[in-house]
């Protein structure tokens, strides 16, 4: 037990180079965070809803995370800073790690979605600040999701997402998803945000290019029935 305490303050301090010693990481939100969930968890799978809750509730008010004592967390998760949300169904593989103001949300329970309502977010995931993954949709393994993004689509393996609502970024994931990179996004300049825009901005030419040339064939396959059975529509 207690060198699996050392490995995980470990796998902490080579993701963030802030702490000086182990003592200081035990004392981050985060990490507190963690440790009552997996409390907070043991009491909710025993059935013990109400401890769950209180345990779930008091860890909130110390450490402004709001951990659903029914999700499910591998190991060496981490939460960096604080204000985050993890709901009820969300399952979160090993080395995950996570920035400050990200919500994994759930779908609005009147769409006919039952059960599974959260994201799923494989090992080795890296969420920026601010990100919100919303639903029942796979986050792949060692995919980062970029600050302020909004996703409610599968993410791939080894994917880099950015934007509202997020797309894949024209990054070489077996390059780029090697290593762990901090906030999720690359900082070098064949990465900068002026480039990226630009490449969003050619696919989402692609995307309507190849939307019109649907339009045009079925406008065209509507004319040939027409031309084969006058009066077709009218009739209809």
């Given amino acids: 037990m207690f060198g699996g305490l050392i490995s995980y303050l470990d796998s902490i301090k080579a993701r963030d180079p802030a702490p000086r010693s182990r003592w200081e ?3 981050y ?6 440790g009552m969930h997996r409390i907070a968890h043991w009491l909710f799978t025993g059935e013990l809803y109400f401890l769950a809750r209180a345990v779930n509730h008091f860890s909130r008010f110390l450490t402004a995370i709001d951990i659903h004592p029914g ?6 998760f981490f939460i960096d800073h604080g204000f985050t949300v993890i709901g009820e169904t969300a399952e979160i593989g090993d080395n995950v790690t996570i920035y400050q103001c990200v919500t994994l949300g759930g779908t609005n329970p009147v769409n006919g979605v039952a059960g599974k309502r959260h994201p799923t977010l494989e090992d080795g995931v890296v969420v920026g600040s601010g990100a919100q993954v919303l639903g029942p949709i796979t986050v792949a393994t060692r995919a ?5 993004a909004v996703v ?9 997402m950015v934007g509202i609502p997020a797309r894949a970024t024209l990054v070489d994931a077996a390059e780029y998803s090697r290593d ?3 906030y999720g996004t690359p900082c070098a300049e064949r990465f900068d945000p002026q480039t990226q825009q630009l490449e969003l901005l050619k696919c989402e030419v692609e995307v309507l290019r190849t939307k019109l040339a649907e339009l045009i064939d079925t406008r065209d396959r509507d004319k040939r029935e027409e031309e084969v059975v006058p009066g077709k529509r009218e009739r209809a």
């Fill in 144 to 148: 980062k999701i970029g600050a302020n």
């Fill in 180 to 182: 762990f990179v901090p």
């Fill in 25 to 27: 990481v035990m004392l």
């Fill in 29 to 34: 939100p985060g990490v507190l965070a963690l």
């Fill in 71 to 76: 999700a499910k967390i591998g190991r060496n």
């Fill in 152 to 160: 409610t689509r599968d993410v791939p393996e080894g994917a880099v």
